[in-house]
């Protein structure tokens, strides 16, 4: 891959370095390179998921089976995660990273993207997901320390990753 | 048969398989029956014990057995192609088909109509789909465990709930216990 140059490289090299070896995904234009980065890569197995509360099942079960696992996704999903959040990943305490795709900021070309990004940060806030805000590229260089805060305390935490942070790179 | 009486046949198969279970009553009976560390008990959402199952059977090397019912295969039905394109040879998929949502008044679903699980796995890339009565369970799961490749059993009995507790046992000490269970073997 040479050196990390877009933050898609980085992300897959973040992932890598924290030890994650099981990776979920439903797609996201902005998450197009992570997940050819994911496909890519020797240390990590990736599993599509045909909906993001399944990816969710999928990646207890890795983490049952000993894997540090983590899930792709846009906040447009967030909805039909909510149960497997709070009766899987919370109830049972489980780690789990999402890193979100979070459509509907400034830079948004679609106007239908905008109404789940209103309620993003407050769904995520009432049920009590640690939420990071990724805006400029060099946020990224945060992912390592979340992922680790991540498994410190056995949560599900979510970064999410704007139109701002992409610029153009998620292709 | 009823879904207890599977369930107690399929555990005389059981010795070291990972069990994870379907939500409610199917949970309930399988922890009356034979509560062991190497089970798992999904205790909130309906179509979430093929998933878990899936994601662990790719994770580790011991056979991985979900129990899944037909409402949550149903609620889900796009675990079936992700399971179908991800074939894992340590897992079984046991679907016990009552033709009901058991746990909440044995409601009918649409299997016991129109709609065939045992085609639709099939239709979404399942190799080794086995259909079989109740009573052949112990012997069509025996099969499956040995035959080393990825099975999908659909299994139909009657519907039913035997009176069995609620689990009381706290989530993290099932979750922690049966991580436990999981590291034993594989050291
Ligand atoms: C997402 C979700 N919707 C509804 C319920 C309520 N519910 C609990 S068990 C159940 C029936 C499940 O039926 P099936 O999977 O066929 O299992 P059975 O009890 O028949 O063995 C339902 C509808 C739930 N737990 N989760
Ligand atoms: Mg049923």
Redesign the pocket.
Known sequence: MGLPVTVSQIIIKELEDAGIGFVSSVPCKQLAGVIKGVDASNSIRHVPATREDEGMGLCAGAYLGGKRAAILMQNTALGVTI?ALATLIQFYRMPLPMLVSYRGEVGEPVACQVEMALHTKALLSQLHVPTYHFHNPEDVRELGAIIDHCFMCSKPVAVLMDAHFWKGQGE | MK?ADVISAAMQVVTDELVIC?????SQELHAIRDRPGNFYML????QASAIGLGLALSQDRPVIAI????????SLGTLATIGNNPAPNFTLLV???G?????G?QP?YTRANTALAQVAAACGCENVVECEGKDIGVVLQRALSSGKMTVIVCTCA?G?AKSPVIRMDPVVIRERFMNEVRSENT
Do not use: F, H, K, Q
């Not at chain 2, 909130?44 to 179509?47: F, N």
């Not at chain 2, 009901?100 to 909440?104: L, Q």
């Open positions: 149960n | 879904r379907n939500i409610g009553s199917p909130g959402t309906m179509g899944e019912g037909d409402g949550a295969v149903l609620t016990i088909d009552n009901s949502y058991g746990s909440t044995n679903t519907p709930n």
